[in-house]
């Protein structure tokens, strides 16, 4: 495998795709403290909520989708029962593990944010796809 020789243009086009993703990622923290969140809590709700193929999650599952210690994980998931976000639930198939749900007003808190970044992803989508092209083109 050659390696590519790396040109100012790749450098510019790197250091303009990196300025876009922290833009978005600034939009959405802040979208999520606007809701009353911190960003990994919104994090959190969006994993469990997009989750492939099921409306739960292990704790486990969740702190591999944040990349987070499992501990820290359990904390988090503390923080989001107590604002009555998430209920752990009994598994039907294994009554060992606990399922980790939205709760109501969790669905609400999530669409509502996921409606802005959606909106926000609309308007900021363009240009995200010209840079990846760009990068990728190169």
Do not use: C, W
Not at 30 to 36: F, L, N, T, Y
Not at 49 to 57: L, N
Request: charged content about 25%; glycine content about 6%; proline content about 3%.
């Amino acid at each position: 495998m050659s390696q590519t020789r790396i040109t100012k243009s790749h450098y510019e086009s790197l250091a303009a795709l990196r300025h876009a993703l922290r833009r978005f990622l600034n939009f959405s923290q802040d979208a999520a403290r606007q809701s009353g969140l911190t960003p990994q809590q919104h994090q959190a709700l969006l994993a469990i909520k997009g989750f492939p193929g099921r409306d739960f999650v292990s704790i486990t599952e969740l702190a591999e989708r944040l990349q987070l210690r499992h501990h820290s994980t359990v904390g988090l998931v503390d923080r989001l029962t107590r604002a009555r976000l998430l209920r752990r639930t009994p598994s039907v198939s294994d009554r060992r593990r606990v399922e980790l749900r939205l709760t109501a007003q969790g669905e609400k808190v999530i669409e509502k944010l996921s409606a802005t970044h959606l909106n926000e992803l609309r308007q900021f989508g363009p240009e995200l796809y010209r840079l990846i092209g760009s990068i990728i083109e190169a």
